[in-house]
C-alpha cells in the first residue's frame, strides 16, 4: 500500500480513535485515505491549526491516551510550534504530522518548505523526518511509544509527499526496541528506604503533588499514602485533581497565587514530600529562600527534572504511581502520627488566612462568578481554562473532582488555549459537559473554534469573564507599574452573543449580580454549544500573590481597602 495509507492503518494499530487537523497540499495523500476509510478515523476538521494541537492536549489530557494532530507543511507545520511548546512543558502526550514537500525539493526553498524537524527539535521530545517509506511504520510506532513512556511529550513526524505516495509492503511492528531510551519506571529501593526513614523522622512534612501523578493516574496510591502518613497535601495548578479539593487534608493550591496556608506550609516543612513536581519558579519563588527548613524528596520520572531547581536529600527516579505504591509498602504497618502540632499550625493558618474577596451589589465580582459555577456543578464537569486572571481564580475556587478534569497552560502559560482544549476533551469524553473558562481577551486567541464545536455538536459551555481589560497584565500594571496602563484596554466589543449565534452556539449575557445565577444556570443546561458573557468587575486583583522576585512566603494578602498598598507578609 502507498504510504499515506501506511499512515492511517498504523494509526488504527494504535487504538487512534480521533484526530484534529487541516489539509494542505503536502499532506494530500494522507487526507484522500482518509476519505478512503469512510469514518474509521474520527477526524476533527478544525478552523486553525494552533486549535488543531490544543484540541490534542485537551484530548491527551482529559483520556489519558496520546492526542493526534495532522497539518500540511510550511505555515501548517509552523502554526503547531506554540502548542508543540506548551505540551512539552505540561509533559502531554502528542503525535503531531506534518506534511513537507517531496524529498527531491528538500533545501530548494520550495513553496510552503519549512524545516520542520530544525524548528521543532527545541520544542518535542523528539521528531522525524521519514525519508524512506519503508521506515514509516516503525518510525509512527516509535513516536507513539517516545509520547506516552517515561515524561510523556510531544513527538512529530514530518512526512515528505513522495514518501505519502511511494508503495510498501504494511507490516506494523509489535514492539519497540530502543537502546539509548529506556525510562526508570521503578524507584531504588534504597532510596525508597531512606525516604521512609526521612519521612518518619520529622513532625512537619508536606505532600507537594504534580501533575506527573495525574499522568500516572497515581491519585488512589496519593490518597492512601497521605491518609497512612497524616500528611498535609498541596497541589500545583497542573496536579488539580490528583488530591481532592474537599479532602480534610487539602490544603489548596500552592505558588504564586496559591492558599496562604499552602504556601506558608512548605516556608516551615521539616521534610517536603515532591511526587510528580518540578519545582517551577512560580511555586519556589526566589531560589535561595525558598523552604530553607526542609530536607527533600523528590520523585519524578524524567531524572534530568531532578536537582535542576533544588538540590535534593532523596532522590528517586521512577514513575509516581509504581514509586508511591513502593513507598506505601514499604511503611510500617502502624496508624498514622498524629503530627498535631502541625496540623494546629496549619489549621490556626487557614482560619485565619482562607481565600477570600469582597463581594459586590453593583457589579460582579469574578470569584463570585467561579463560586457559582463551583456550587452548579459542584466539580463534576471537565474545566479547561485560559491564561490570565480567570485561569488563577478558577485554580482557586473550581472544586476540580477528578484528575483528568482540569486542562489549563501551565508551564508556557498559552492565551487561547482553552476552547480548542476544551474542544477536544469534549470529543474524547461525548458522555460529559465541558466548561471553558476564558477570558475576554484569550478567547479571541483561538474563538474561530467555536465552528468546529458547532459543526462536531460538542458540549461545551463557553464562561467569559469579561472585564474589558487583558486582566493579570493591568494587575501588575497597577501593582508594579503605578496604575500606567498600557495597551491592556479591550473596550466592550465584540459583541460575544451575537458572534456565539452568527456561528450557530447559543449566547447569554450577564451583567448585573442579580442576573449571574440564573445565566449560569440556562446556559450550563442549555443543550449544545453556549457562549456566557459575563461582565464582571473591571478592576478586580488575585490575591494571594507572590509579587516576581520575592520569597515564597513574602504573599501580598487582599488589602483591606482598595487604596491600600499592599505590605508583604513576612515569615513568622
Known sequence: ??????????????????????????????????????GKLNHVLVRHEQGAIHAAEGYARSTGKVGVCLVTSGPGATNVVTG???????????????????????????FQEADVVGITRPCTKYNYLVRDVSELASVIKEAFYLARSGRPGPVLVDLPKDVTAAEHPFSYPESVDLPSYKPTVTGHPKQIKKAIKLIESSERT??????????????????????????????????LGAFPSGHDQSLGMLGMHGTYTANMAMAEAEVIVNIGARFDDRVTGRLDCFAKKAKFIHVDIDPTSINKNVIVDVPIIGDAKTVTRQLL??????PPPERKEWWGILRDWQKRFPLSFKDRTDCIAPQRMMKE??????????????????????AQYYPVKHGRSWLTSGGLGTMGYGLPAAMGAAVGNPDRRVLCITGDGSFQMCIQELATC???????????????????????????????????????????????????????????????HEILEKGLNTPGVVVMDII????????????????????VLEPEDDGEEPEPRELA
Open 1 to 38: 500500500m502507498r504510504g499515506a495509507r501506511i499512515v492511517c492503518e498504523s494509526l488504527l494499530c494504535e487504538g487512534v480513535d480521533a484526530l484534529f487537523g487541516y489539509p494542505g497540499g503536502a499532506i494530500l495523500h494522507v487526507y484522500d485515505e482518509l476519505h478512503k476509510l469512510d
Open 84 to 110: 508543540l511548546q506548551d505540551a512539552m512543558m505540561d509533559s502531554i502526550p502528542l503525535v503531531v504530522l506534518t506534511g513537507q514537500v517531496p524529498t527531491t525539493m528538500i533545501g530548494n526553498d520550495a
Open 206 to 239: 508536606v505532600l507537594y503533588i504534580g501533575g506527573g501523578v495525574v499522568n500516572a493516574n497515581a491519585t488512589d496510591e496519593i490518597i492512601e499514602l497521605a491518609e497512612r502518613l497524616n500528611l498535609p497535601v498541596t497541589p500545583t495548578l497542573m496536579g
Open 329 to 334: 509498602d514499604a511503611l510500617p504497618d502502624a
Open 373 to 394: 459555577i463551583a456550587e452548579i456543578t459542584r466539580g463534576e464537569d471537565i474545566c479547561a481554562t485560559d491564561v490570565g486572571q480567570h485561569q488563577m481564580w478558577a
Open 454 to 516: 458547532v459543526h462536531e455538536g460538542l458540549d461545551v459551555k463557553v464562561l467569559i469573564m469579561n472585564n474589558n481589560f487583558l486582566g493579570m497584565v493591568r494587575q501588575w500594571q497597577e501593582l508594579f507599574y503605578s496604575r500606567r496602563y498600557s495597551e491592556v484596554g479591550m473596550k466592550y466589543f465584540p459583541d460575544f452573543v451575537k458572534i456565539a449565534e452568527a456561528y450557530g452556539a447559543t449566547g447569554l449575557r450577564a451583567e448585573k449580580p442579580e442576573e449571574l
Open 536 to 555: 464582571v468587575t473591571k478592576e478586580a486583583n488575585v490575591y494571594p500573590m507572590i509579587p516576581a522576585g520575592a520569597a515564597h512566603y513574602e504573599l
